[in-house]
C-alpha cells in the first residue's frame, strides 16, 4: 500500500521524470530495447515466422529448444574430452 503510493507519487513528479527521461542510462536502456525488438522482427521476417500458424510456430520453437540442447550437449562432451 506505501509503496504503491510512493510509486504513484513518483509517477505524478514531472520534474523527476523529465530527469529521469534525459539520463543517458535511461535513453541508452530503450535505444537497447527497440534495437533488440527491430533486429527480432527482421530475422522473424527473413524465416517466415511472421504470419506463421501457431502450431508451426512452436514446432519451430520446438526444434530451435532441442538444436540448443544437443549443441549444449556436444560442448559438454568436447569440453571433458579435453580434460
Known amino acids: 500500500m506505501v509503496l504503491q503510493i510512493i510509486l504513484r507519487y513518483l509517477a505524478n513528479n ?13 535513453r541508452r536502456a530503450a535505444q537497447m530495447v527497440l534495437s ?11 524465416q517466415k515466422l511472421i504470419g506463421m500458424s501457431p502450431e508451426r510456430l512452436q514446432q519451430a ?14 560442448a559438454k562432451n568436447d569440453l571433458s574430452k579435453k580434460k
Open 14 to 26: 514531472e520534474q523527476l521524470i523529465q530527469r529521469l527521461a534525459d539520463s543517458y542510462p535511461l
Open 36 to 46: 533488440a525488438y527491430y533486429r527480432s522482427r527482421s530475422i522473424a521476417e527473413q
Open 61 to 74: 520453437l520446438r526444434s530451435f529448444k532441442s538444436n540448443v540442447q544437443r549443441e549444449i550437449e556436444n
